[in-house]
């Protein structure tokens, strides 16, 4: 009921918008339930896209953060939910490729949902202190192996983009990540932060969070995973050129339904998005919210999920 | 670009920016006086219509909502004894003790013009110092962390009521159930009971509008009070505290807003927590401590202008680092970067127009929402007469919304009437509330940066070689040994003072 009347005030500072009620779907609100809390990339790239969809579609479409429970409690909801069309997840690899590794017995199969699209995704990056001895990923590779016990690395607890790019990176480095030293830290923020204030070796994070420290001096970026350099740091290089194509962690985004969403619906979605993420005006809204477009339809996110869950389950023993 | 506080006033002094503000404030009080709804929340909401603004604007608003929230928080704490954010908790305790006797008006200014205080001071400090003091942040890693939430603790001992055993036993229960859910450093799950529901956890609202809104309402049943205060009231001016009263008002925000904006610069120091702490000293220097609780205006100020002052010291290492230390600040960051703007100092340099704009209408909103809140005591002060059994159910119905306002969940609701429960029979046994409300903020803070400063370097000996975690520990043990001595003391005195008497 509050969230209604805030509604109707912010309606009142938009752009008036006038729902005309259309004869095929969607003629109802759609809610877009974020598993995690607002402010960082799912949540922006879930309020970017919902906003395009409101004023492309004419119907409400709602986002509302059910964060916690490691993505748990909010994917169950969007399992339980009516397959109509008005209950969508903002999916990620967390709540999907990492899921059953993270959580044992889930009362349901990971790819019982309706996949729908593949809409944005962000690289993890590999940080450190603007004073750190590390200038290349190469010194920090060179540091984990010769003095192990004393690197420590910045880790999320578990599995997350964050700690999936660090195992990519052991891995690739040969050396045994339980013989370095983790800081278990409880978001990505806090993983930046302390990176920026010297207190940990080696950090990673994605550019919503490092964007703001770096442009103030406060870090170095040595690399960013995957094959591309970011937007923002032209002079950066990717874990591929820097000789460590294997880390190639992305924290990606997309929509999910409730299971056996009707096809014309997830036809609907893919019209309008694949549009929407081929715009350049759109291009630059989601690069200013730290996210990449990289739209995918259902059964190519599908794949994306089964590629991504067999390295998580490889990486971390599930 | 060559601006400056001036500038950015005579900027913020626009019709359109002086809208925003206004906008920004109205939103903020309201939000501020609905338990439940916090101010992330309405940001967050806020923050598609961010893409539409222009940016100062946005910003403005944003921003007049999360320190409009901190005003209108203590309304219903004072009026109700349920606090509209878990900012204003700590004001319930003397705030709601003034209202039954008749002197909600005089809390209601009091907390409008420490808010006030800090909202001012703090936006000078901010203008004056600016970059200079974010590296803070920073330089606090975990095991500085650890120091600093282990020397509010001893806080919770200063709360603990009659009885420091019962007190403490409180403080630990409320980490035990704030530990609930999801180990925060690993995501495995912990203490859930195999339920879904407590996999989340429970989260902070809906506990407390059990634990203070509910069970007030039980207690309230209970003693078939008719009213919450039955005197006259008398006009809005004779409300105003004045005189001796105002001074005492007056300085305990100054110390409240030093607290308040000290503390603030450092994320995760949330303005609920700097609120108690300032409460905490408010009480420790006053020659009449016993006195907290039963309605002295320094219990009102203090906190009020503590949690403005953290609200407002806030936006340095946000502005300057992009280093949000509060939820509702994140919110802010992702307005910021939407509309392309990254903090730092570079944003102080190319959009400076911009920064002092902001800052100068933050000198706008505060004065009003002074303006707005103080005509507006007189309306508050007489709910405080309207007959229990019209009160009562609107109270209860706010309070269940409130509850499953933030998450969204049915099973949040049912968590407020369980504690609503739990107060009352706190209430009963003459059990105090805080250091429950105290554990439970401080629990998370507490475990993570316990655990992080030893994996550090594997050892606790970390606490003792660097200089700011040793000296907080040496603080805090002065400092629990020195209450706990004069605890003891005192009550030696007041035997004898029994003894003597009984004598005579």
């Not at chain 2, 004894?81 to 003790?97: K, R």
């Not at chain 2, 009213?227 to 004045?242: F, H, W």
């Not at chain 2, 110390?255 to 420790?284: C, K, N, S």
Request: net charge neutral; aromatic share 8%.
């Amino acid at each position: 009921m509050l969230r209604t009347l805030m509604l109707a005030l912010t309606a009142l500072v938009s752009v008036g918008a006038s729902a005309h009620a259309q004869a095929k779907y969607p003629t109802k609100p759609i809610e877009i339930i974020v598993p995690f809390a607002a402010g960082a990339s799912t949540d922006s790239s879930a309020r970017i896209i919902a906003q395009l969809l409101e004023a492309r579609w004419n119907v409400p479409v709602k986002v509302v953060n059910k964060p916690g429970g490691n993505t748990v409690p909010a994917v169950t909801e969007v399992m339980a939910a009516r397959a109509d069309g008005t209950t969508f997840l903002m999916d990620n690899i967390a709540s999907s490729a990492m899921l059953d590794t993270v959580v044992k017995n889930l009362p349901y199969s990971v790819f019982d949902r309706t996949f729908v699209s593949m809409t944005t995704t962000t690289p993890l990056m590999f940080i450190v202190h603007p004073d750190s001895p590390f200038k290349t990923i190469k010194d920090a590779v060179d540091a984990a192996k010769s003095d192990t016990a004393n690197f420590t690395w910045t880790s999320l607890g578990g599995v997350g983009g964050q700690d999936l790019a660090f195992r990519q990176f052991f891995v690739a480095a040969g050396v045994d990540i339980t013989k370095a030293r983790a800081i278990a830290l409880k978001g990505g923020s806090e993983a930046v932060t302390l990176t920026a204030g010297n207190h940990v070796r080696l950090g990673t994070g994605t550019w919503s969070a490092v964007a703001a420290p770096f442009s103030a001096d406060k870090l170095r970026v040595l690399a960013v995973c995957g094959d591309t350099r970011w937007p923002g740091l032209p002079d950066t290089p990717s874990m591929k050129e820097a000789g460590m194509p294997s880390v190639d962690a992305q924290f990606w985004i997309g929509i999910s339904g409730p299971p056996k969403l009707p096809a014309d619906i997830v036809a609907t979605w893919n019209a309008a998005l694949k549009e929407l993420l081929a715009d350049k005006a759109v291009h630059a809204k989601l690069l200013n919210g730290g996210v990449f477009p990289a739209y995918l339809n259902g059964a190519d996110m599908k794949a994306r999920v089964e590629r991504d869950r067999t390295t998580v389950q490889k990486l971390f023993g599930g | 670009m060559d601006a400056g506080l001036l500038s950015g006033l005579a900027n913020a002094l626009t019709l359109a920016n002086i809208g925003f503000a206004l906008v920004g404030c109205l939103l903020g009080t309201l939000v501020g006086i609905l338990p439940g709804l916090g101010p992330a929340s309405a940001m967050a909401i806020l923050l598609p219509i961010a893409l539409y603004l222009p940016p100062t604007g946005a910003i403005i608003i944003m921003a007049g909502i999360y320190y409009g929230a901190m005003y209108g928080g203590s309304t219903t704490a004072i009026l109700m004894n349920i606090p509209g954010e878990v900012s204003s908790v700590i004001t319930a305790q003397d705030g709601f003790a003034m209202t039954k006797q008749g002197r909600s008006g005089e809390a209601l200014a009091i907390a409008a013009i420490g808010s006030y205080v800090a909202g001012i001071l703090g936006t000078l400090v901010i203008a004056v110092l600016g970059p200079a003091v974010a590296d803070l942040a920073l330089h606090f890693g975990p095991p500085e962390y650890f120091g600093l939430v282990l020397f509010s603790m001893t806080a919770l001992v200063s709360f603990a009521g009659r009885s420091i055993l019962a007190g403490l036993m409180l403080g630990v229960f409320g980490m035990w159930l704030a530990s609930i859910g999801t180990d925060p450093l690993t995501g495995t799950q912990r203490l859930n009971f195999g339920t879904m529901e407590l996999m989340k956890g429970f989260d902070i609202v809906p506990v407390l509008i059990g634990l203070f809104g509910i069970a007030e309402v039980l207690a309230s049943l209970a003693q078939k009070v008719e009213q919450i205060y039955a005197g006259k009231l008398g006009s809005v001016l004779s409300m105003i505290p004045r005189g001796a009263n105002l001074a005492r008002g007056m300085a305990a925000s100054v110390r409240g807003t030093v607290i308040g904006f000290v503390l603030g610069l450092l994320p995760g120091m949330l303005p609920a927590l700097t609120a108690y702490l300032a409460y905490d000293v408010e009480r420790h220097i006053s020659r009449t401590p016993e006195k907290f609780g039963q309605g002295m205006i320094e219990g009102v100020a203090a906190p009020e202008a503590a949690n403005n002052a953290t609200a407002m010291a806030g936006f340095i290492p946000l502005l300057s680092l992009g280093i949000p230390t509060t939820p509702a600040l994140a919110i802010l960051l992702g307005t910021l970067m939407i509309n392309g703007l990254t903090p730092g100092p570079m944003l102080f340099q190319q959009q400076g127009l911009l920064v002092w704009t902001v800052i100068g209408s933050m000198l706008i909103a505060n004065t009003a929402l002074l303006i707005l809140n103080l005509p507006l005591v007189g309306m508050w002060a007489r709910i405080s007469r309207i007959p229990y059994h019209v009160l009562g159910p609107i109270v209860l119905a706010v309070c269940l919304v409130g509850a499953y306002a933030p998450r969204n969940t049915m099973f949040d609701v049912w968590v407020a009437f369980g504690f609503g429960i739990v107060g009352y029979v706190m209430r009963r046994l003459d059990l105090p509330l805080a250091p429950l409300v105290l554990g439970f903020l401080l629990g998370p803070l507490f475990e993570q940066s316990l655990r992080q400063s030893i994996a550090m370097q594997g050892t606790p000996m970390i606490f003792l070689t660097r200089p700011i975690p040793l000296a907080l520990v040496i603080a805090a043990v002065v400092v629990l040994v020195t209450t706990i001595w004069l605890r003891y003391r005192s009550r030696a005195v007041m035997g004898l003072i029994r003894d003597s008497t009984n004598e005579t």
